[in-house]
């Protein structure tokens, strides 16, 4: 297959600004970029899909360019129904080098900041310089600033759209940059630079947008949302993103398989068969948590949420490090204690049991386990030497249901 045959293949084309785009991904040797506003310190699995596909163009023969937003993050991509909350400039400045270091240890692209050529810019420039270029009524029919129109948009976010323009304008001329890569809610951002290269320069450039990648209630991935995955293991650890991925609808994983990884066609058809002839083995699931997981850490990090899972399914507990632990029950339910406490009363005061009768109906039923060994003393008193790595006490209620002791 061509490159755009396997794209269109992987579904990750949604719109091209002019057929005659798709001879020269083809042939290789386009400078594009894709640019992400520094909200955040970190990228998220939304980012990713995106990035991922710029990394299959730079694997063609194409070069990438990272366009970190110093100076758009300032104002703010449009949302479709609120203004944006402003951030600072220490917190543009600090987001800015999580990101570059994220992108260039993750994809090894070319990164530049857009804040180093919009800041000395003055107001008259540009407005004569790029605001002449742009019709009032062009700008109200694209679909970001229709959609605000009724709740209202400010001066300052509607001007978003000429500054990314600026932006293409500034790498054509300056990197002979000819395609923006982005996700499907760039489309009118990017036609717009189109049409400025074209107005201002007389010059032909190229946009390429991909479907938004969306969770399973169709929203899509981000920080707004409140669903993100990051790709930062301190704020999403390798274990948190392989249950996530390892427990995805199944309507969801081929598809995934094509969009999220860089397996090649031949790869995914094979897994497709095999999972479809043991689904429940979830070997498509495991193969996208793998290779994911190595693409976006390491294959270190792959193998320690597999032996985390393992270890909680089984109720291994001991076998795991403090680190190991600490991001199995990042999230888990936590109740403090300083002194020693008799299981049915902790069980109690924990809330893991709704009374004592409850509590000694599933200690005398070998339903709790403490560090994953079954007890059935309800005499059985819980000690700081019961604590694992002298903190924490590990709490099963059932066959899925954990609670973290934290023995101060």
Known sequence: MTLYEDLEWRGLIQDISSPELIDKLNEGGLTFYI???????????????????SKRLANAGHHPIL?????????????????????????????????????????GFEVVNNYDWIKDISTVDFLRDYGKFFNINYMLAKDHVKSRLEVGITYTEFSYMILQALDFLHLYETKNCTLQVAGSDQWGN?????????????????????????????????????NALWLDRN??????????????????IIDCLKKLTLLSKEEIEKIEEENNKAPEKRIAHDALAKAMITDIHDEESYNEAVKISKS????????????????????????????????????????????????????????????GEKINDLEKAITKEDALYDKYVIIRRGKKKYYVINYK
Do not use: W
């Open 190 to 226: 990017i036609t717009s630079g189109i049409e400025l290269i074209r107005k201002k320069i007389d010059k032909e450039a190229y946009g390429m947008v991909m479907p938004l990648v969306t969770d399973s209630t169709g929203k899509k991935f981000g920080k707004t949302e409140g």
């Open 235 to 252: 704020k999403t650890s390798p274990y948190e993103l392989y249950q996530y991925l390892i427990n995805l609808e199944d309507s969801m």
């Open 312 to 371: 909680l399914f089984s109720g291994n507990i001991k076998e795991l490090s403090e680190q190991e632990l600490e991001d199995a029950f990042k999230n888990i339910d936590s109740y403090d204690i300083s002194e020693d406490k008799n299981i049915v009363d902790l069980l109690v005061e924990a809330s893991i049991c709704s009374s004592k009768r409850e509590a000694r109906e599933f200690v005398s039923n070998n339903s709790i386990s403490i560090n």
């Open 67 to 107: 366009l970190v937003g110093g100076g758009t993050g300032l104002i703010g991509d449009p949302k479709p129904d609120a203004e944006r909350p402003m951030i600072t400039k220490e917190e543009v400045e600090k987001n800015i080098e999580g990101l570059t270091a994220q992108a260039k240890r993750i994809f």
């Open 35 to 53: 640019g992400t506003d520094p909200t955040a310190d970190s990228m998220h699995i939304g980012h990713y899909s995106s990035f991922l596909i």
